[in-house]
């Protein structure tokens, strides 16, 4: 009797084991098909999230836009039109950081100027700010802030797109490496003038207050042009 039950309970053992197990394979494939389904809504919502957000990027450059067009007769406006070159500047960081957070390739204008070897409106809009700001050390530093980050972008950018344009994304982000070197060789001589200008008039307000960002500006810029310049090479 005692054999017979042993047996018994070592049956229904197995029975229990084996619903366990099916039951668990059934969980598996639930998880599977909920993951699944998350899978496509999270990317119905990316894609959503993107329209949107492009969207209100395109409003933005409108007005951007429609400003530049009300400064262009008043060349004389320097802070406004720094303003207005920063904002740009925030504007392209913004849709770059946007397409790489979407899974996208680069934008199309961008694209086709990098591939083309043409000029991008990120060099254009930076090279105007080497040539207009020459007092406004904190403009022009926030401005190279902003040029630096696009630079990176488009160099995160450069591996959503075809392998066979890598060279191209290259030698423009070795151009852009070069302006930035440019810039801070450039910042590094305004802030000298500003200093010196202050010691000499004892100014209330001495340029030091903003030195701790100069500096970190300094350092992340050298870390971009490490990390782009190795992984760049061949």
Not at 117 to 133: A, Y
Not at 178 to 203: D, F, W
Request: glycine content about 2%.
């Amino acid at each position: 009797a005692t054999v017979s039950e042993g047996a018994v309970a070592a049956v229904a053992a197995e029975e229990a084991v084996a619903e366990a197990v099916e039951a668990l394979a059934e969980a598996a494939e639930a998880e599977e098909a909920a993951a699944s389904v998350l899978a496509v809504a999270a990317a119905a919502a990316r894609t959503e999230a993107f329209s949107i957000t492009i969207g209100k990027l395109e409003i933005a450059e409108r007005m951007l836009r429609r400003a530049e067009t009300l400064l262009l007769p008043n060349r004389r406006s320097v802070w406004w039109t720094g303003k207005l070159n920063e904002l740009k500047l925030q504007h392209t960081r913004s849709i770059l950081y946007i397409h790489i957070l979407a899974g996208r390739p680069a934008p199309p204008i961008l694209r086709n100027a990098i591939i083309q070897n043409w000029n991008t409106s990120i060099e254009d809009t930076m090279t105007h700010v080497f040539h207009l700001l020459r007092l406004d050390s904190i403009r022009f530093a926030r401005c190279l802030h902003l040029y630096a980050e696009c630079v990176f972008a488009i160099w995160v950018l450069k591996y959503s797109d075809e392998k066979k344009y890598y060279s191209k994304y290259n030698e423009a982000i070795q151009n852009m490496l070069n302006q930035i070197a440019g810039s801070q060789v450039r910042l590094n001589e305004m802030v000298s003038t500003k200093r010196a200008g202050e010691e000499k008039h004892a100014s209330p307000r001495p340029h030091n207050l903003t030195t701790g960002y100069f500096e970190e500006l300094e350092q992340l810029c050298n870390r971009i042009k490490a990390a782009v310049s190795i992984s760049s090479r061949p």
